[in-house]
């Protein structure tokens, strides 16, 4: 029986493919560059605007936040069908967030670029594209929607195809985080070269299952100078303290989303603190 990563990879392969046929990756590039977006990446040692967010959270001693906006989780059904994402997002920014991501998958999550257009347009922090991301042709996409990473699933891609996304992104000026959930995936996504890494408790094989044990067991194949990022299953500061002290920052949905004041649970999780590391 195909698992739920791969029957979305799938969807996702032929989405790609099918936007092809539409309408050309340079006429996409093209209507970013009308919109003023900027192929240059950030100089300097803190990297892309999205890194930089995250490492100036933690040199401050402070856990960087990446607040999710999303209407949709596969394990749990709909979170907040109605929800007004410009106010959600500008809601998270004032509350204390490094980042936003934003879910544009839009079988499964009820995602879309268009929220991602949105949120981007209301607010002034970084904005991450959360996707389950196979083809080029979606980076570009994002970048010209006006994201400033991508999310890429180390499970979703063989090595060849994470470096070449990777690649593709940092040639856009656009930050990655490379998630995994299993071990050897994990250790990929190290290798990868990203200066952005996540372990993702939740399962995507079976988005049911949340294992809150994964970042402990593999928090100790980050390398030092990069950025480890704790998702899923993050729903109170309490459990944003009991992580390792290598986790520089979270990624929390859900728990946000559904929470009765989004902003007062972020200005909790923000403010926890971390031990600042040096950076090269």
Known sequence: MTDFLERVVAERRADAEAAKRERTEAAVYEEGVLRGRTPIAMSGPMGDAFTHALLSKQVAGELAVIAEVKRVSPALGVLRADVDVRRL?????????????????????????????????????????????????????????????????????????????????????????????????????????????GVNARDLRSPKEIRPDRVRLLHGFAHERQILVAESGIASAEGARALPARVDAILVGTALVRADDPAALLRQLAAVKVTPRAYA
């Open 89 to 197: 997002a500008r809601a998270y920014e004032k509350a204390g967030a490094a980042a936003i991501s934003v879910l544009c998958e839009p079988r499964h999550w009820g995602g879309s670029l268009a929220d991602l257009e949105a949120v981007r347009s209301a607010v002034g922090i970084p904005v991450l594209c959360k996707d389950v991301i196979v083809d080029e042709r979606q980076i570009v996409e994002a970048w010209a929607a006006g994201a400033h990473a991508v999310l890429l699933i180390a499970e979703a891609l063989d090595d060849t195809t994470l470096r070449r996304l990777i690649e593709r992104a940092q040639g856009l000026g656009v930050g990655v985080l490379v998630e995994a959930h299993e071990t050897e995936a994990f250790e990929r996504a190290v290798r990868s070269g990203a200066r952005v890494v």
